[in-house]
């Protein structure tokens, strides 16, 4: 496979001003016939050249040029693309391409598909081009006219981007609609979508006294679950107004939510498709986090209206100035809308058990890549999540008023245009005229740095000195790297709990809290006119995506556990304890002493939770522990099953030394309520589950009724799953009477479903595997559905390392061979499940072997795709 280079960047040869589409549909055989506007680009510098369009499975049936047909002598097809010599050079000229598509067959849900009986497309990021012949490429952007002709009974709804323009009657019971989209677009924005629908209508008023026509199509089994999903989008909108300025432009906006789907939603202009997932919710079949969920996605993909769709990306390897900067601006409303400290803590912890592995794996590569084979295995964490990091330290070097000025700057400057990620920073400098020549490295290094600290207080001199090192490690093709400009949010805490002020020597600036800046690889900060030795709280709020290295004692961390005013540090002290310990109880299962429990931290924890909060998700989170995956990235050698075994031991000790406060704290805030999305109710829910969870671990009886009461009485679906979840992880006698019955409950809505496989995908008890192979064979099962495979194989292997990493490696074999029936099925789908084995160099030199080996068992896959092919062959590079 041919490896694409960000250097070799050229800009089209050929410009499509005009793009008309007429789709004559069929869910075996669509017709399609796009006539394109045309002419040569006076940016490119190439000479005469033939036209070159990229197509895929795509049936020819005919070429027009300026309305003559023809013949084959004058165009050349080949696999992938359509070469039309002698076009015009000077003048504007019209290609007319006719070929037809089989959506039913196409089962990589890339280009025109079939969801049941639901046509609809995905484009980004090459998808068009198996549509028709095209500039497949973001750059090029285009005026879209699309007609939609279908059965009536078949396809009673027709929709594409932009405004509908006409519609009428044919003969023979069919229909037709035509849609114009006023905003010039890149392909990978095109939509169309068509089948039995039903509609929730609603309304938006802009700032500017606009009214907007808001539309969400569903399945009519499921028009009862899109209340949440609309109340989101008007919040999203006027999040968007209120905080970056940014009004909805066009009349009308369209969700349509899809039960195969391969990522979450796609933001085509004015016609947004939607994985079913991240629409549908009701308090019954929805958890309190779903609910979060749908309403960050609804904002992402309304966010890029702007960040994305009015100013896109020159090339894919540009992902990161959408997408980086949409992650980032999802996050902030989310944080607005519900708990910033809770959706901050939650951002991080993804960030460093998954990213901070990429960053660190085979396939390290920077927020900007500078190579792929498929641009699909680039919708990365790194990608999407450290390049939202970024754009946050821009927000935290900036101010969040100098930050506001850049981008009003950058829309301003690039409004209908297709640009880089140069482009964004370029506008970030000139709007508050700073220098940043050093932070564009963000955009071009891998890997995470690894910043190293240490402190040295003088009472002579009442100064504290700080020094910071940082150290960024070599990442594929990338051996040395130079220092990064890193944001470190700080503040010096005094033995009473208050924050002392900051004098830093050479500065006038005296706050309470301050934002280091480190450019070098060493430096040295130093803090004046402190009479009382202060305890450091460094990087708050998570300022910079690190590894932070500091000599802390765990008396240390339970100051700040009880005393740091910044939510995150205060988390983060009360992680490192609990790391501490558990990591102490690693080695002495390695070393086959026996275990017990370091005082401190009960200690700590009963701290904890015989405060009084009042944001009780965070409450939640303080009392929760480190996960397993979160404690394996901070190991060498990762040892899965000691790690498994001492965390365990941990949540045993904490349940049993706070028994009463947890049995309290989950009596307190039980309700027999049905779910409704708001703070304090989530809160209490998020809590007793965490409280229930301990509680369950004491293997007593009444706490066994607690569970089970809990799951036959929910009335959410938060408590519900909670509740079993709990009786799944523990040898809670009525188990499988449970499973059973939410299996009964549940067997017609596909959202829940997928809950239930993945449940039992993750779950501890020691039949797990075979559950899993069962699983495998069950009527609900389809290797076709991503988000079913996502439940069960996905769910296994990324989150179940217990079972996965089986020393034996029928976990690894399980998981190749799904990777290789995938591989014909749904290439993209089939690359992201390759992800679990790419850290093969993370364990004991005999699960290295077996991973290893069936790395290679894919590599030798016949007809292995290109999405495949790149992330096994790096991985084993
Ligand atoms: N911009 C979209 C990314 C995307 C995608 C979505 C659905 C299916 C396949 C896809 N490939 C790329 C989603 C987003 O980030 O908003
Ligand atoms: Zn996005």
């Not at 708990?339 to 590569?365: C, M, W, Y």
């Not at 020094?467 to 040395?480: E, W, Y």
Request: aromatic share 10%.
């Amino acid at each position: 496979p041919q490896t694409i280079y960000l250097k070799d960047y050229k800009p089209p040869e050929y410009l499509i001003h005009d793009t008309d589409l007429n789709f004559t549909l069929d869910n075996e055989s669509t017709r399609v016939v796009a006539t394109l506007t045309m002419s040569r680009n006076p940016a490119s510098k190439v000479d005469d050249s033939a036209l070159i369009l990229l197509g895929e499975n795509l049936t020819l049936l005919g070429v027009q040029l300026n309305g003559d047909t023809l013949s084959p002598d004058r165009y050349l097809q080949t696999q992938e693309s359509l070469v039309i010599h002698d076009v015009p050079q000077h003048e504007k000229f019209v290609v007319t391409i006719e070929n037809t598509i089989n959506p039913k067959a196409n089962t990589a849900l890339e280009g025109l598909y079939l969801s049941k009986n639901m046509l609809c497309t995905q484009c980004e990021a090459e998808g068009f081009r198996k549509i028709t012949y095209y500039l497949d490429r973001p750059d090029v952007m285009s005026r879209f006219t699309t007609t939609l002709v279908g059965d009536k009974e078949k396809y009673p709804v027709l929709l594409s981007n932009g405004n509908k323009k006409a519609q009428g009657e044919l003969p023979d019971n069919k229909h037709w609609v035509t849609w114009e989209d006023p905003f010039n677009k890149p392909c990978y924005l095109f939509a169309l979508v068509a089948g039995q629908l039903e509609c929730v209508r609603d309304s938006f008023i802009t700032q500017s006294g606009r009214r907007i026509a808001l539309e969400i199509f569903v399945e009519a089994h499921d028009l009862d679950k899109c209340d949440h999903a609309m109340q989101s989008l008007k919040n999203a909108m006027r999040w968007d107004e209120e905080t970056y300025g940014l009004e909805y432009d066009l009349d009308l906006y369209m969700i349509v939510a899809v039960g195969h789907f391969n990522m979450g939603a796609m933001e085509n202009k004015g016609l947004n498709i939607f994985n079913t997932k991240f629409v549908l919710a009701r308090p019954d079949t929805a958890t309190d986090s779903d609910y979060e969920h749908i309403e960050g996605v609804i904002g992402h993909e309304y966010f890029h209206n702007w960040s994305g769709n009015r100013v896109t990306c020159r090339d894919w390897f540009q992902l990161s100035l959408k997408e980086g900067f949409t992650v980032f601006r999802d996050q902030e409303f989310t944080g607005d809308r519900t708990s910033k400290a809770v959706k901050r803590i939650e951002d991080v912890n993804a960030l460093r058990t998954r990213q901070f592995a990429e960053d660190a794996g085979p396939l390290a590569h920077p927020i900007r890549p500078d190579a792929y084979i498929e641009i699909n295995n680039f919708y990365t964490l790194t990608v999407y999540e450290k390049g939202a990091e970024v754009v946050r330290m821009l927000h935290t070097l900036l101010g969040p008023q100098g930050f506001r000025k850049g981008c009003d700057l950058y829309f301003q400057r690039h409004d209908g245009q297709a640009v880089t990620c140069d482009d964004f920073v370029n506008a970030m400098e000139a709007a508050n005229d700073v220098d940043l020549t050093q932070f564009r490295r963000w955009y071009s290094q891998a890997g995470t740095p690894v910043l190293t600290v240490s402190e040295h207080y003088d009472s002579d001199t009442q100064t504290l000195s700080l020094t910071l090192k940082q150290d960024n490690p070599p990442t594929p093709g990338q051996p040395r790297k130079e220092p990064l400009h890193i944001p470190i949010k700080t503040g010096l805490i005094l033995p009473d709990g208050n924050l002392a002020q900051c004098r830093l020597q050479g500065s006038e600036q005296v706050s309470h809290k301050i934002v280091l800046e480190l450019t070098e690889k060493e430096q040295t900060f130093v803090f004046e006119q402190l009479p009382q030795k202060p305890v450091i709280s460094l990087l708050r709020g998570f300022s910079a995506p690190v590894k932070l290295k500091m000599q802390r004692s765990l008396e240390e961390l339970a100051f700040l556990l009880s005393h740091d005013p910044d939510t995150f540090n205060r988390w983060e002290a009360g992680q490192l304890l609990a790391g501490r310990v558990i990591a102490e109880l690693v080695e002495d299962l390695q070393n086959d002493r026996s275990l017990t429990i370091n005082p401190v931290l009960i200690e700590a924890y009963r701290k904890i939770a015989q405060h009084g909060w009042l944001d009780l998700s965070y409450f939640a989170l303080l009392l929760s522990l480190p996960s397993e995956i979160y404690l394996a990235e901070q190991m060498p050698i990762i040892d899965v099953e000691a790690i498994h075994t001492a965390r365990e031991f941990v949540v045993c000790q904490i349940a049993k030394h706070l028994e009463d406060d947890l049995r309290g704290l989950y009596l307190d805030n039980h309700r027999d309520e049905s779910g409704c999305f708001e703070a304090k109710a989530i809160g209490r829910r998020r809590l007793k589950n965490v409280c229930l969870g301990y509680l369950s671990k004491l293997d007593d009886t009444e706490i066994q009724r607690w569970s089970l009461k809990q799951f036959d009485t929910a009335k959410n679906m938060t408590d519900q799953i909670a509740a079993l979840s709990v009786i799944v992880n523990t040898p809670h006698p009525a188990r499988a009477t449970c499973l059973d019955a939410f299996y009964r409950q549940w067997r017609d809505e596909a959202l829940v479903l997928d809950k239930w496989f993945a449940l039992q995908a993750t779950a501890i008890p020691p039949d797990t595997f075979d559950a899993v192979e069962r699983l495998l064979k069950h009527p609900d099962f389809d290797l076709k559905n991503p988000n079913r495979v996502r439940a069960l194989v996905g769910s296994f292997s990324q989150a179940n390392p217990l079972h996965f990493h089986a020393a034996s490696g029928k976990g690894y074999r399980f998981l190749a061979d799904r990777i290789i029936e995938l591989n014909t099925l749904n290439p993209q789908v089939a690359s992201r499940m390759v992800g679990a084995l790419t850290q093969w160099r993370r364990y004991d030199e005999g699960r290295q072997a077996l991973m290893k080996a069936e790395l290679e068992r894919i590599m030798s896959t016949e007809a292995i795709s290109k999405d495949v092919y790149e992330v096994a062959s790096k991985s084993l590079a």
